[in-house]
């Protein structure tokens, strides 16, 4: 494709070149100066009806164009009432993160908790309405996978004190405390509180798993790789609920 479309260049771009490549060998090659004695010039037609390179792409990826729409375009769910992003906590924060335990659940079995780092949700709200597919590459664009870690309680306190630290992560529900000082107090993990010598699970994206985000702690930790990826499993949660998106906007997160 590349070649032929060098070939299709207008004839007067050939000109421009050839006219500015000869210039500047003139004026490179000699140290007397140079006059232009004479100038011929012709006049081209452009003729607008001729299709373009352009058109002639766009034919091509059109039927892959209207696949890729038919995809993007259908509806898999609907939202109950818009759902905003915010920190501490807030009702799209509080979904994003039971989607997370949920799937996590489904693929691996007994998970205490999910998080989700708040910067990698990529829209401010889920509007009330439709949601397509589209909306939910909106939501989540990055390929992150979703993971499993084990760890004991004290590695869980430094994931809680991070998330206190940026001033609130989605986290799922039974899992809450309270922000004091940049630091996480009176963690609450199952209704039980935290226990620093005690194991627990959590799903998370790989991102943070692989210590992005500030979590570099996290990459030395236990690891269960679940070969989905995090906009997939919100997908097909989404699916798996018959498209109804609830709307819940308790407080997980609490501040002085």
């Given at each position: 494709m590349c070649k032929n479309t060098v070939n299709r260049v207008p004839k007067v771009l050939h000109r421009l070149v050839i006219v500015f490549i000869t210039m500047t060998l003139i004026s490179s090659c000699s140290k007397e100066i140079q006059h232009i004695s004479s100038?011929?010039?012709?006049?081209?037609?452009?003729?607008?009806?001729?299709?373009?390179?352009?058109?002639?792409?766009?034919?091509?990826?059109?039927?892959?164009?209207?696949?890729?729409?038919?995809?993007?375009?259908?509806?898999?769910?609907?939202?109950?009432?818009?759902?905003?992003?915010?920190?501490?906590?807030?009702?799209?924060?509080?979904?994003?993160?039971?989607?997370?335990?949920?799937?996590?659940?489904?693929?691996?079995?007994?998970?205490?908790?999910?998080?989700?780092?708040?910067?990698?949700?990529?829209?401010?709200?889920?509007?009330k309405g439709d949601v397509t597919v589209g909306k939910i590459?909106?939501?989540?664009?990055f390929d992150n996978m979703l993971v499993v870690l084990s760890a004991d309680g004290k590695v869980v306190q430094q994931m809680m004190d991070r998330i206190a630290d940026y001033g609130g992560w989605p986290v799922s529900g039974g899992t809450t405390f309270r922000i004091d000082n940049g630091k996480a107090v009176d963690i609450i993990i199952n209704g039980k509180p935290i226990s620093l010598n005690n194991k627990y699970t959590f799903a998370l994206p790989d991102y943070i798993a692989n210590g992005g985000d500030g979590s570099d702690f996290l990459s030395a930790t236990e690891r269960t790789d679940l070969n989905l990826l995090v906009r997939d499993a919100i997908i097909q949660e989404i699916k798996d609920v018959n498209g109804k998106i609830s709307y819940n906007d308790e407080i997980r997160i609490k501040t002085q």
């Open positions: 100038i011929h010039s012709e006049n081209y037609r452009i003729d607008k009806r001729q299709p373009s390179d352009d058109d002639e792409i766009a034919t091509l990826i059109a039927p892959y164009k209207e696949k890729l729409d038919a995809t993007m375009n259908e509806v898999i769910g609907t939202v109950e009432k818009t759902m905003n992003k915010s920190k501490p906590n807030s009702a799209l924060n509080n979904w994003m993160a039971d989607v997370l335990l949920s799937q996590a659940r489904k693929n691996a079995g007994e998970v205490d908790f999910a998080l989700q780092n708040y910067g990698g949700i990529r829209i401010p709200s889920l509007a590459y909106e939501l989540m664009p």
